[in-house]
């Protein structure tokens, strides 16, 4: 091989490994901004592709209304691995004229054999202001709301919900249609 060759051989395997550290740093649940979309939405709620509202550099942005409390997220991602990563970020536009508590819940295999039992799930309520919002809920350390530390290792649900857990105090009360934008949905570490 002459040494040219070798030069680029090394060059080209250098940019496929920078590129490939540079990825791992980020993991997209969900990439909103290829066109995917979740596979596991509440009654209540619809979920569309939109171009409006995005956050800074995202082509398209999730369009989530919800007429009553659910949810809308994945169902055995295929993205289940979220040991590492230290938050879940995302930009989400709240179109109210109001502040709007939602949350990020996470079913661990653990919470997930317990049958459903409420209190086995992650729950990360978080605070939209009125326009564009950048979230980031921390998952280290994640606790579920029994106190159990949360396993990140093979997440079997996650979902990002309105209205749904009544019994706690931070939850939204009342009626009437919601309609939030998120874009940028990834995991940092």
């Given at each position: 091989m002459s040494t040219t060759i070798k030069k680029l051989f090394v060059v080209i395997l250098s940019l496929?490994?920078?590129?490939?550290?540079?990825?791992?740093k980020n993991m997209y649940p969900v990439n909103i901004s290829r066109g995917e979309t979740p596979n596991d939405v509440?009654?209540?709620?619809?979920?569309?592709?939109?171009?409006?509202?995005c956050g800074e550099g995202a082509e398209f942005s999730l369009r989530i209304v919800f007429t009553e409390g659910t949810?809308?997220?994945?169902?055995?991602?295929?993205?289940?691995?979220w040991t590492g990563y230290k938050s879940m970020n995302f930009s989400a536009f709240n179109s109210l004229n109001r502040k709007v508590t939602m949350a990020v819940g996470i079913m661990d295999e653990v919470s997930f054999n317990n049958n459903g039992g409420r209190k086995s799930l992650i729950v990360m309520p978080f605070e939209l202001k009125s326009g564009?919002?950048?979230?980031?809920?921390?998952?280290?350390?994640?606790?579920?709301?029994?106190?159990?530390?949360?396993d990140m290792k093979k997440i079997?649900?996650?979902?990002?919900?309105?209205?749904?857990?009544?019994?706690?105090k931070w939850e939204e009360k009342?009626?009437?249609?919601?309609?939030?934008?998120?874009s940028n949905l990834r995991l940092e570490n």
């Open positions: 496929y490994l920078f590129i490939n550290i540079c990825e791992a509440g009654a209540g709620c619809e979920v569309t592709l939109s171009d409006e509202n949810w809308v997220g994945e169902y055995n991602p295929k993205k289940a691995f564009m919002n950048n979230v980031r809920l921390s998952l280290e350390d994640v606790k579920s709301q029994d106190g159990r530390i949360s079997k649900k996650w979902y990002i919900s309105y209205k749904y857990f009544p019994e706690n009342g009626s009437g249609e919601f309609t939030v934008f998120i």
